[in-house]
């Protein structure tokens, strides 16, 4: 199973950034997605989830009304559209897979958002 994602960088405050999680390996549209991201010093959080089929989605309150999490079945690839985006949003942002009986995670991708 591998879980690559991609889209992140350098962002300055208020600009905008897409992420996108390529799955393969597994059967995609059996598994619940999610967006985590961890800065520097501080612990692991989730910010956004999205179910199989995609019908719900849940997120973090920091990221409510900024964030938004979609997937592509077909393509096997889950997405973060992030905008008005903060220095506060600095972090490493990784995707999971989540299954009834395993979890899969991506190896993460850096954003960074500084003038």
């Known amino acids: 199973v591998q879980l690559v994602e991609s889209g992140g960088g350098l962002v300055q405050p208020g600009g905008s950034l897409r992420l996108s999680c390529a799955a393969s390996g597994l059967t995609f549209s059996t598994y619940a997605m999610s967006w985590f991201r961890q800065a520097p010093g501080k612990e692991r959080e989730r910010v956004a989830l999205?179910?199989?089929?995609?019908?719900?989605?849940n997120y973090a309150d920091s990221v409510k009304g900024r964030f938004t999490i979609s997937r592509d079945n077909d393509k096997n690839t889950v997405y973060l559209q992030m905008n008005s985006l903060k220095p506060e949003d600095t972090a490493v942002y990784y995707c999971?897979?989540?299954?009834?009986?395993?979890?899969?995670w991506g190896q993460g991708t850096q954003v960074t958002v500084s003038s």
């Open positions: 999205i179910t199989s089929g995609g019908d719900s989605t």
């Open positions: 999971r897979a989540s299954g009834y009986v395993r979890t899969y």
